[in-house]
């Protein structure tokens, strides 16, 4: 019987699946695939997790419940909904805790360093439907339904990580191409080494500090130009080559992937200074942020 039901296979499911496992707790992954880490106390389990009946049977018996699914990009208006909510069903039928891996669309537009304190305002549907979730979640805890918390995340680096920066810069840096990318590449941004997520995400599960309330990961505060030049430099590749996609570029790109014209909704986190205060997970958990040389050597190819 597990221990713990994480749902989702990608970098933060599968250090979170790792980090319990190394402790000697067993550790159960769904995913429509039934792929995940390979290790002996850890199970994958082939599951639509937007069955909550079936969730609910794979979780009895669980102390917790991890939510880190995510669907596709451009459809989570539609995709996260039933999911979220199957989810959230199938934890409190297994009487099982519920984390969630979160992010920070959900505040909208902020001036100044983000707190957990800040209002769920967001303006665009993906924000939204990222605050509606945790309001349905929250409701849930407050009624005495199921225990629930939180994780709200900055953008991923590391491995693993699927991001702007890993996919848009990281792969051209390392092999010596010019780096064109959705985002001002000079301005202050808040990121999230995936094992820094996954340790959250331990973190609050085991203390009863946590449920009721988000919290943010640890954050490493850089620009998308410093990340690249550290990441050449450990590399011993050439100074990065970086380029500012424009408005017209990406809307052109939209016609033939929706990826791209779902950027827009975050040119206030992309395109202006994005300062994310983590103090409170530090403080009440002692979980703090890796050095940033230490993630991004996670990423260097082997000599």
Not at 173 to 182: C, F, I, K, Q, T
Not at 203 to 210: F, L, M, Q
């Amino acid at each position: 019987m597990p221990q713990h039901v994480i749902i989702g296979r990608g970098g933060t499911a599968s250090a979170t699946a790792l980090l319990l496992a190394d402790r000697g707790e067993q550790v159960r992954v769904v995913s429509r695939s039934g792929t995940g880490p390979d290790h002996p106390n850890i199970e994958r389990v082939a599951l639509d997790a937007t069955d909550a009946t079936a969730l609910a049977a794979v979780a009895r018996g669980a102390a917790t419940v991890f939510n880190t699914a995510m669907p596709a990009y451009h459809t989570w208006p539609e995709a996260v909904p039933p999911l979220f909510g199957a989810i959230l069903s199938a934890a409190e039928q297994a009487n099982a805790d519920l984390v969630m891996l979160g992010n920070l669309y959900g505040y909208g537009p902020v001036d100044g360093p983000l707190t957990e304190d800040a209002p769920l305002a967001a303006t665009g549907p993906k924000g939204a439907v990222r605050a509606r979730m945790w309001r349905e979640a929250e409701a849930a805890h407050r009624a005495g339904r199921v225990r629930v918390t939180e994780v709200r995340a900055g953008q991923f680096l590391g491995a693993g990580a699927v991001s702007v920066f890993s996919l848009m810069v990281q792969s051209n840096v390392l092999s010596g191409r010019l780096a064109l990318v959705p985002q001002a590449v000079e301005l202050p941004h808040s990121y999230t080494a995936i094992t820094d997520a996954a340790a959250a995400l331990v973190a609050v599960a085991g203390d009863d500090r946590a449920w009721g309330r988000a919290w943010h990961a640890p954050i490493i505060t850089s620009t998308v130009r410093e990340l690249a030049t550290r990441l050449a430099a450990l590399a011993s590749v050439e100074p990065p080559s970086l380029e500012v996609m424009t408005d017209r570029e990406l809307t052109l790109l939209g016609l033939g992937d929706p990826f791209w014209i779902e950027v827009f909704e975050t040119y206030h986190m992309s395109h202006r200074t994005f300062l994310v205060d983590d103090s409170a997970l530090r403080d009440t958990f002692g979980v703090g942020a890796t050095d940033l040389d230490d993630v991004l050597k996670t990423v260097v190819p082997a000599a």
